[in-house]
C-alpha cells in the first residue's frame, strides 16, 4: 500500500484552505472552480489524493454548515454526472482514508450530509449510491466493520448496505 511522503503530511493544509474559502463563494463561482479543482485530483498519484482527501476530512466540520451544505451539494452534483470510474476514485479513496482513521467522520454533521444528498434528483442519488454501494461492498471485512461503526443506519439503508 502506498504511504503519504512524510514531506506532504507537514505542508499546510492547502486544500483544506481551498475548501474552507470555496464554501464562501456564490454558486456561480464555486461549481466551476471546484469542477476544475477536482478535474486536477484525477491526474494526481494515488499518495497526492489521499493528503487531499485527508485535508479535506480535516477542513469539513470546520465550516459552519450553512456554507458547508452548499459546497457538500455542489461537490454531489459535480460527481453525480462525472464518468463512473472518475466517481470510483474519488470515493475509493475517501472510504479508504475513512476506514484507516474512522474518528474522522465522526465530527461531521452526517444526518444533515445525508439531508443533502437525499435533496439531488433521483437520477443523481442512485448515480452516487451504486459507486458508493460497490465500493462498500467490495471492501475487506475489518475495513466494512470499522466504515459501520461510523455511518449512520439511515445511510446505510439509504445505500442500500
Not at 62 to 71: A, E, G, R, V, Y
Amino acid at each position: 500500500m502506498s504511504q503519504v511522503a512524510p514531506h506532504c503530511v507537514s505542508e499546510p493544509n492547502y486544500a483544506g484552505n481551498i475548501i474552507v474559502n470555496l464554501a464562501s463563494l456564490p454558486d456561480f463561482l464555486r461549481k466551476p472552480i471546484l469542477k476544475k479543482r477536482m478535474e486536477e485530483f484525477f491526474t494526481m498519484s494515488l499518495p497526492e489524493r489521499q493528503v487531499i482527501i485527508n485535508n479535506a476530512l480535516e477542513a469539513g466540520p470546520t465550516i459552519p454548515f450553512p456554507n458547508f451544505s452548499k459546497l457538500f451539494a455542489t461537490w454531489l452534483d459535480i460527481l453525480a454526472t462525472i464518468s463512473e470510474e472518475k466517481r470510483n476514485m474519488m470515493f475509493s479513496t475517501y472510504i479508504s482514508e475513512i476506514t484507516k482513521n474512522p474518528q474522522k467522520l465522526v465530527s461531521f454533521n452526517l444526518d444533515g450530509i445525508l439531508e443533502i444528498f437525499l435533496s439531488l434528483e433521483k437520477s443523481k442519488q442512485d448515480a452516487i449510491s451504486g459507486t458508493i454501494r460497490s465500493i462498500v461492498l467490495s471492501l475487506p471485512e475489518e475495513d466494512k466493520k470499522r466504515l459501520f461503526l461510523v455511518m449512520p443506519q439511515s445511510a446505510k439503508a439509504r445505500l442500500g448496505i
